[in-house]
């Protein structure tokens, strides 16, 4: 029984709240509309009402009019540029601003609702302000996004750099969806973490001298991103490098071949240098150095050729070959100093073999006196080689041989006038015998009305020829 008390004060309390509430309901529905102007964002389904007729002059109508013109006006490009800045993203870059900025609207709603109209549209115009502010902003964030990912790009060498290159792209792409270099480094920096790693891996292997290997790995950097400034740079590098170490490759190659006096292979190596820097001087100059000590192994060879064949007393042999050396390099001094003594010798052996080759010519008296001359010549080489040494035997014996008279016998028949050319008129004769040292003869026989008769003959020690028969028996 205590508690009734209680309970009967609990029910008057309720009933007070649910009286004052009914109170609010009715000066929202009734009251309220007379102040509440349109909300800045409306909705489309809302349905227009006015509120209950009051009485208000034209002038303040007009004035209300001016003023609501304005504030949409106004409301319509906030409007406008609020859902360009949320296209771009402007949480991401400028969210404060924009927050600050979509309040200061709030704040006009208010003041409009409470009939301070100029207070309003001058809030308004200040948020519009702030809006458009913050579109200068975004396209200087999107320059620094963008700015910002190339550098993360260009320069990255650990993930972070990839992260904030990603970060940086997918910003760029938020704020200008449409912007070709946004997308362009979206797509760049999605591949970069993969890139730093090709990267890497080339630069170990660049510094382990395995140009190969690195060049593979700088080759696939390029292909996935032919942009990427660095992996250019370092893929051509390394194949300059490869072209540099092939180069000195090529011209070591030569160079081991020359001192091998490989020619052949000396010119292939450094022709194939050459190829690779065709106006290199060094390749000139060991081009030029390998013909030179070709040139010269050559002759040096041929120098010994020529003296081995001065040596065994081939005198003519050894004497063409300083001929052509000195026909193809005149300034060859020591080929000029040889051929003297091989032209002095190659002289002399030829006149010895002239002469023994054709012993009857020393019939001739001045054939024999040039053999005699010939033979005191080659008598006078100190050390004579056993091939001088022969031929100063032959040619003494052949010069004494041919002094020797042989006997000879000729016949005819004793009307036809005998003479033998330059040695004696023998008149007509049956037979007659004559000495004549060898040689060659001509017995010419002549008779009155019958054709003159001539017989050629050699007189040897060898071989003394038979009668020699001389007439003349064909009548004219």
């Excluded at 007729?53 to 609020?82: C, F, G, H, M, W």
């Excluded at 190659?346 to 080759?357: C, K, T, V």
């Amino acid at each position: 029984m205590t508690n009734k008390p209680t309970v009967d004060n609990q029910n008057k309390t309720q009933k007070l709240v649910i009286i004052t509430l009914i109170v609010l309901v009715a000066a929202v529905v009734i009251v309220l509309p007379n102040y509440v102007s349109e909300p800045w964002v409306a909705d489309d389904n809302q349905t227009d009402f006015s509120p209950p007729s009051t009485t208000v002059s034209p002038s303040a109508a007009a004035e209300k009019t001016k003023y609501r013109q304005d504030a949409q006006t106004l409301l319509a490009e906030i409007i406008n540029i609020r859902d360009r800045l949320q296209d771009q993203a402007v949480t991401r870059w400028g969210d404060l601003q924009f927050r600050l900025a979509l309040q200061g609207v709030d704040q006009g709603d208010e003041q409009y609702r409470y009939g301070d109209y100029q207070k309003a549209i001058d809030t308004y115009q200040l948020s519009l302000d702030q809006m458009k502010d913050l579109e200068s902003v975004a396209q200087h964030e999107l320059v620094e996004a963008k700015k910002m990912s190339l550098i993360a790009i260009e320069s990255a060498t650990v993930d972070s750099d990839a992260e904030l290159a990603i970060n940086r792209a997918e910003l760029a792409i938020a704020i200008a969806p449409n912007d070709k270099d946004a997308q362009i480094l979206v797509s760049r920096a999605s591949n970069l973490s993969l890139l730093i790693t090709l990267l890497a891996e080339g630069r170990y292997h660049s510094e382990q001298n395995a140009l190969g290997v690195a060049m593979t790995a700088y080759e696939k950097a390029v292909a996935l991103d032919p942009q990427h400034i660095a992996a250019a740079a370092e893929l051509l590098t390394t194949k300059q490098s490869i072209t540099e170490e092939t180069f000195r490759s090529h011209m070591s190659d030569g160079f081991v071949a020359l001192d091998k006096l490989d020619f052949e292979q000396a010119f292939s190596a450094f022709n194939r240098a050459g190829v690779i820097h065709p106006n290199h001087p060094i390749v000139q100059q060991a081009l030029n150095q390998v013909a030179t000590e070709q040139s010269q192994r050559l002759v040096d060879q041929q120098m010994i050729q020529a003296s081995a064949l001065a040596q065994q007393e081939q005198w003519q042999e050894a004497l063409a070959i300083y001929q052509r050396l000195l026909l193809t390099d005149n300034s060859l001094t020591e080929a000029k100093v040889r051929k003297i003594s091989v032209s002095v010798r190659a002289s002399l052996d030829g006149q010895i073999a002239a002469l023994l080759e054709d012993p009857l010519s020393l019939a001739a008296s001045r054939v024999f006196y040039k053999g005699k001359k010939v033979l005191a010549d080659a008598k006078g080489f100190a050390n004579p080689g056993p091939r001088l040494r022969r031929q100063i035997d032959q040619l003494d014996k052949v010069l004494r041989t041919s002094q020797i008279p042989v006997t000879v016998i000729i016949q005819s028949d004793n009307l036809t006038e005998i003479s033998v050319y330059k040695v004696a008129n023998l008149g007509t004769l049956q037979q007659a015998s004559i000495s004549l040292k060898p040689g060659l003869y001509i017995a010419a026989g002549r008779r009155t009305g019958y054709r003159d008769s001539r017989v050629e003959f050699e007189v040897s020690e060898q071989s003394p020829p038979g009668p020699i028969v001389v007439i003349c028996s064909e009548k004219i």
